[in-house]
């Protein structure tokens, strides 16, 4: 059974930053895209920032300059490191993946973490 274990959030003053880091563990025949969304009280879930298995990235226009996401497929973990956070950071961030394990290439989420932006 594939699982994401994400790690990282938490309570920061507006400008500080986050690094978050998400895991996966179990039977993984191959790692797709890694990302982030995130999901504000009230909003819908949203992309924050995603990272194909070659590399390459997308973030949303509100992050842009500010996040950075990164993987390492060895340990099949990706990161997200949050910089001059604002208050409409706020939200829980999911880790999202597609993978193959035994069947066919599916998406995966973690639990979501917490992560609370104050003035």
């Known amino acids: 059974q594939v699982q994401l274990v994400e790690s990282g959030g938490g309570l920061v003053q507006a400008g500080g930053s986050l690094r978050l880091s998400c895991a996966a563990s179990?039977?993984?025949?191959?790692?797709?895209?890694m990302g982030w969304y995130r999901q504000a009280p009230g909003k819908q879930r949203e992309l924050v920032a995603r990272?194909?298995?070659?590399?390459?990235?997308n973030y949303a226009d509100s992050v842009k300059g500010r996040f950075i996401i990164s993987r390492d497929n060895a340990k099949k973990t990706v990161y997200l490191q949050m910089n001059s956070l604002t208050l409409d950071d706020t939200a829980v961030y999911y880790c999202n993946t597609h993978l193959t394990d035994w069947g066919p290439p599916r998406d995966y989420w973690g639990q979501g973490t917490q992560v609370t932006v104050s003035s």
């Open positions: 179990g039977t993984i025949f191959r790692l797709y895209a």
């Open positions: 990272i194909s298995s070659g590399g390459s990235t």
